[in-house]
């Protein structure tokens, strides 16, 4: 466990963001995973398990003293060629890529994968790994759409003792309460830090842009929380000092890239064309709970199991229940004082895709205005995009909620 900060604003040195921001970059562009290769080889026998970039229980990983690794995909270095063999083409292209690495070895220094409950073709994508890696771990991580306590609650809380088992007898450590409990107070710490770097870019989106909060959130996927609490905790620090000037731009709320990720290249387009997106579905997985989990429920993991059940977030691959479809997100515009809604779905995603007429009839009747793009996470549409976004920050800029 880290120490908290103890380095005051005025004693930071140099560009500190700009030396987190390109160590985060490095992350994201090793494809081969060596920096989880240098923890293995400074952790003997411990393990590192990928899950989807999307929410897994990663906190119940870290109490058994296994790495949790995001795994999203080839992005735009990656031929897919093998990949194409075990996937028609007509679906998203995360698991393509994602095959594709595995086949082609990048992955081989995890020791298994846990694949959510997502959509039909992660599903599908679990059981074509246990074909393809049969020595190496693989769970299907069921999520609960029931959100009974005694049904749901129940029910998930068995899936996460199932899972710390089977690690354990493949040489995690074995589970105990009070381990799981300091992971959970770790993991508080991260969201309380994340819900700062989110106010940060609501607030001076000029200091914090949406393609800066993504590196670092991103980063954080293959990294020791301790390691990625560090980094936020120094980003926050130094941002709020940088030389940056507020801009003309429109502000907006990005929805879709729950699952697979956009390029950076394209957030960064987006930015360049007028937009501040002051909210967005990005990595999810580490945003997925909403608030603390319970430190002090007499059973942990059932009050890990109640803070996905109670407090998920609501996405499109989450059942609402008697919720209204479209609430959350006219919610998400007014709070972070949005001025449109941006749809970037994955092609092919039918989980974001079969949501959006129902959010977008909901933003309709709220007079909130939107336009919708899709993309692919090796896509070349840069211009484009830039352009259809541009369109958009000018309509609203000029008719408001007419554009």
């Known amino acids: 466990m880290i120490a908290e900060s103890t380095a005051s604003a005025s004693a930071i ?43 897994a229980p990663r906190v119940l990983l870290e109490a058994l003293d296994v790495l949790p690794v995001a795994v999203f995909g080839g992005g735009e270095e990656v031929d897919i060629i093998r990949g194409d063999s075990y996937f028609q ?31 039909d073709v992660i599903r599908n994508l679990g059981g074509m790994w246990k074909l393809l890696f049969p020595e190496k771990y693989s769970a299907y991580v ?28 493949r040489g995690a450590t074995p589970y105990e309460p009070d381990r799981l409990r300091a992971a959970m107070a770790l993991e508080n710490r991260r969201r309380r830090a994340i819900a700062q770097l989110d106010d940060l870019r609501r607030r001076e989106p000029w200091r914090c842009p949406a393609s800066e909060a993504y590196l670092l959130l991103r980063a954080g996927g293959s990294l020791p929380i301790e390691e990625h609490l560090d980094l936020l905790d120094r980003f926050i620090q130094a941002a709020p000092q940088r030389h940056a000037r507020p801009r003309d731009n429109v502000r907006v709320v990005l929805v879709g890239a729950f699952c697979e990720q956009a390029p950076l290249e394209l957030i960064r387009a987006l930015e360049q064309a007028g937009c ?127 554009g």
């Open 13 to 55: 040195p140099g560009d500190v963001c700009g030396e987190i921001l390109k160590q985060c970059r490095a992350i994201l562009e090793d494809h081969r995973l060596n920096h989880v290769s240098r923890w293995k080889d400074a952790h003997p026998g411990q393990l590192a398990i990928g899950h989807m970039p999307i929410y």
């Open 142 to 169: 069921d999520l609960p759409q029931n959100f009974d306590p005694t049904i749901g609650g129940r029910f998930y809380a068995h899936e996460l003792g199932k899972i710390a088992g089977e690690l354990a007898q």
């Open 276 to 402: 501040d997106i002051v909210d967005d579905d990005f990595q999810l997985g580490l945003r997925m709970i909403d608030g603390d989990l319970d430190l002090d429920a007499p059973d942990p993991l059932q009050a890990l199991a109640m803070g996905f059940v109670e407090h998920g977030q609501a996405t499109a691959s989450r059942y609402i229940g008697d919720d209204v479809k479209g609430a959350a997100l006219i919610e998400k515009v007014r709070q972070s004082s949005a001025d449109g809604v941006i749809f970037a779905a994955a092609s092919f995603c039918d989980p974001a895709l079969l949501d959006q007429p129902m959010l977008e009839r909901a933003l309709h009747a709220a007079g909130i205005p939107q336009t919708s793009f899709k993309y692919a996470e090796n896509t070349g549409q840069f211009q484009v995009i830039r352009e259809q976004a541009g369109a958009f920050s000018d309509a609203v800029k000029l008719w408001g909620a007419a």
């Open 89 to 119: 083409s007509y679906i998203c292209h995360i698991p393509r890529s994602t095959v594709e690495l595995g086949l082609g070895g990048e992955l081989s220094v995890l020791d298994g994968m846990l694949f959510p409950s997502i959509c």
